[in-house]
């Protein structure tokens, strides 16, 4: 998956199959998930550690066996602590039938975390999510049926569960302030090979430099010109890995102007070197 991509515009399976699961440790070069969101649904599944996920204006640390749902639209983006997870990405129009679309539309809408060892409905919700991951990795005629209907059964034992405790709904005030950032990242992922000034992305968000500040914090959880290196930092990761750029080429094509403030904000963000970071990679 590719987590670099703000407004993701890639196509997760098929056309026919628009259903795709991915599998992510330590060693995918895209560990860490940036902030960002796509207009399909995407289901979460921690195999091990804890991923702290940043979910529009809210924070979920998910752990070993956890399910998050991510609704349309939603922002989000994760630091992993020793953590694998798995994902399942899937465009909500395979949900599409009526009446089933009207039952399933506000689910659809909705970023809910599941600890399933809490409940009953917890337990059947990680038991369909076993199967969902077991038929999207090969998708045959026989298990896009079984996976589509993995898809039904698991919204509806969220409505289930909605009827028997309400499910707390995302406050409007949160999803507007993950809403108004959105330009901004926009434009990081499309101008942070040059300067990036704080007062232009104030300003296409139309809030003052200050509160742009605060509210920037307030949903990726790094200042702004924190998360812009972080930023950088995770496409030079990606240049590091699939390119044979000189480390000083890869600098510059991600913004950094000098080599040294490269190696040394690689370092914060990796731990490692660029250039131990890339022998890493080619030994694995």
């Not at 496409?235 to 991600?254: F, I, M, N, P, R």
Request: hydrophobic share 35%; proline share 6%; with cysteine.
């Amino acid at each position: 998956m590719q987590y670099l991509d703000y407004n993701e515009h890639i196509l997760h399976g098929t056309p026919d199959r628009p259903i795709a699961c991915y599998y992510v440790d330590e060693k995918h070069p895209r560990y860490r998930m940036p902030m960002h969101w796509h207009i399909e649904c995407e289901i979460i599944r921690v195999r091990r550690g804890v991923i702290h996920l940043y979910v529009d204006d809210a924070r979920i640390a998910a752990r070993a066996g956890d399910l998050v749902f991510l609704g349309k639209g939603a922002l989000h983006g994760g630091e992993p602590e020793g953590c694998i997870y798995e994902c399942v990405v899937f465009d909500a129009s395979l949900l599409g039938s009526e009446p089933c679309a009207r039952a399933i539309a506000p689910l659809l809408s909705r970023s809910l975390h599941i600890r399933p060892e809490e409940s009953e409905a917890g337990r059947r919700l990680s038991a369909l999510a076993d199967q969902l991951f077991e038929y999207t990795p090969d998708l045959s005629d026989s298990h896009l049926l079984l996976a589509v209907g993995c898809l039904y059964a698991l919204y509806g034992h969220l409505a289930l569960l909605s009827e028997k405790s309400p499910i707390q709904s995302e406050p409007p005030a949160r999803r507007r302030r993950a809403e108004q950032l959105k330009p901004a990242l926009e434009y990081i992922e499309s101008h942070y090979a040059g300067p990036i000034a704080l007062g232009e992305l104030a300003r296409l968000t139309g809030l003052s430099p200050k509160y742009f500040c605060r509210s920037f914090r307030a949903v990726v959880h790094r200042s702004p010109i924190d998360y812009l290196n972080f930023y950088r930092v995770e496409c030079a990761s990606a240049l590091l890995s699939s390119s044979d750029l000189t480390v000083a080429e890869v600098a510059y094509q991600c913004g950094f102007n000098d080599s040294s403030f490269f190696i040394k904000q690689f370092r914060r963000y990796k731990g490692t070197t660029p250039r131990q970071y890339r022998e890493g990679l080619r030994e694995k």
